[in-house]
């Protein structure tokens, strides 16, 4: 039996594909049959005791070496993309703590404007009192 010695499996099933001009449509058909010959796959592994361990993914191609320099790259970018990141965060909150105390110091010029107009008004009303 191919299956044992080889662990291949192929489709049963016939494609059926009205158009074969229509690429979405052939590919979905494409993608249906083997997401169902996975599935017999699967199965039939089950049958012989064979599971997936949990940290599968596949088969490496590259050596370790070469994936432990290609996950040192990935670490690299991500954390300088991180760094560009908190960076302008940084400025944007610099950038807006400056215009709250502007804001701020205009409203307290403002209050103070106010309050001496206040004041001066209450002088003239007191002086036409007298």
């Known amino acids: 039996q191919p299956w044992l010695n080889y662990m291949s499996i192929t489709s049963d099933e016939n494609l059926i594909i009205d158009d074969f001009e229509d690429d979405i449509n052939r590919e979905v058909e494409f993608y249906k049959q083997s997401i169902i010959t996975a599935r017999d796959a699967i199965d039939r592994m089950e049958k012989l005791n064979v599971y997936r361990p949990d940290d599968y993914f596949a088969e490496m191609t590259k050596h370790d070496k070469q994936m432990l320099k290609i996950k040192e790259i990935l670490v690299k970018k991500k954390t300088r993309?991180?760094?560009?990141?908190?960076?302008?965060?940084?400025?944007?909150?610099?950038?807006f703590g400056k215009r709250l105390q502007a804001e701020r110091l205009k409203e307290k010029i403002q209050t103070k404007k106010r309050q001496l107009d206040a004041i001066s008004h209450w002088n003239k009303t007191k002086k036409k009192l007298i």
């Open 81 to 95: 993309i991180e760094g560009k990141i908190k960076a302008r965060n940084i400025r944007d909150q610099k950038k």
